[in-house]
T-cell receptor
Framework: KAGVTQTPRYLIKTRGQQVTLSCSPISGHRSVSWYQQTPGQGLQFLFEYFSETQRNKGNFPGRFSGRQFSNSRSEMNVSTLELGDSALYLC???????????????FGPGTRLTVL | QQPVQSPQAVILREGEDAVINCSSSKALYSVHWYRQKHGEAPVFLMILLKGGEQKGHEKISASFNEKKQQSSLYLTASQLSYSGTYFCGTDNAGNMLTFGGGTRLMVKP
């Protein structure tokens, strides 16, 4: 089974620009979560999508948004980029068998975003 | 609220044992352990559910103390391949994971 794929793998943008990152989950997985990873803050949860609906949201400003398509692929958008947005953005997919539990999450390789 | 991992870093010789702890200030539904090697994605190791169970994966095992809101990861007879950063992810409400700051493990020959 193919793993989680993320595109692009590397991205360089300048302050004020916007960026869209893409994530394709493992086939059959309906939940996609996004995380920001930085050396100082570790792995920070951004949001989770399940069946095209945002189920959970982390403590990030509204500049960070996402969506999920009917084939479970997900995109994350960051508008008005700031220097502090430089990070590795990871997405993870899971089966999400029930709403009362958190299933095993399988991570993609990430997109390394650098904001200049 | 982010779980607290300790120690932050540990250096071992091949064959030595290590314990990594993960503590939460909130009640836990489950604890997930991941290992991330430099430049790679985090890889799932194991999940522990409410009930104080212990699980194993090769020479890596973990325990979950629901009352103390803690989990510990045990690495026995460490190998070079165990090097990496270990993260615990805690599920406090049955719907999302919050990750600790990570524990950097280096195994030397």
């Amino acid at each position: 089974k193919a793993g989680v794929t993320q595109t692009p793998r590397y991205l360089i943008k300048t302050r004020g620009q916007q960026v869209t990152l893409s994530c394709s989950p493992i086939s059959g997985h309906r939940s996609v979560s996004w995380y920001q990873q930085t050396p100082g803050q570790g792995l920070q949860f951004l949001f989770e999508y399940f069946s095209e609906t945002q189920r959970n949201k982390g403590n990030f400003p509204g500049r960070f948004s996402g969506r999920q398509f009917s084939n479970s692929r997900s995109e994350m958008n960051v508008s008005t980029l700031e220097l502090g947005d430089s990070a590795l953005y990871l997405c993870a997919s899971s089966l999400r068998l029930s709403s009362g539990s958190t299933d095993t999450q399988y991570f993609g390789p990430g997109t390394r975003l650098t904001v200049l | 609220q982010q779980p607290v991992q300790s120690p932050q870093a540990v250096i071992l010789r091949e064959g030595e044992d290590a314990v990594i702890n993960c503590s939460s200030s909130k009640a836990l539904y489950s604890v997930h352990w991941y290992r991330q090697k430099h430049g790679e994605a985090p890889v799932f190791l194991m999940i522990l559910l409410k009930g104080g169970e212990q699980k194993g994966h090769e020479k890596i095992s973990a325990s979950f103390n629901e009352k103390k809101q803690q989990s510990s990861l045990y690495l026995t007879a460490s190998q070079l391949s165990y090097s990496g950063t270990y993260f615990c992810g805690t599920d406090n409400a049955g719907n999302m994971l919050t990750f600790g700051g990570g524990t950097r493990l280096m195994v030397k020959p």
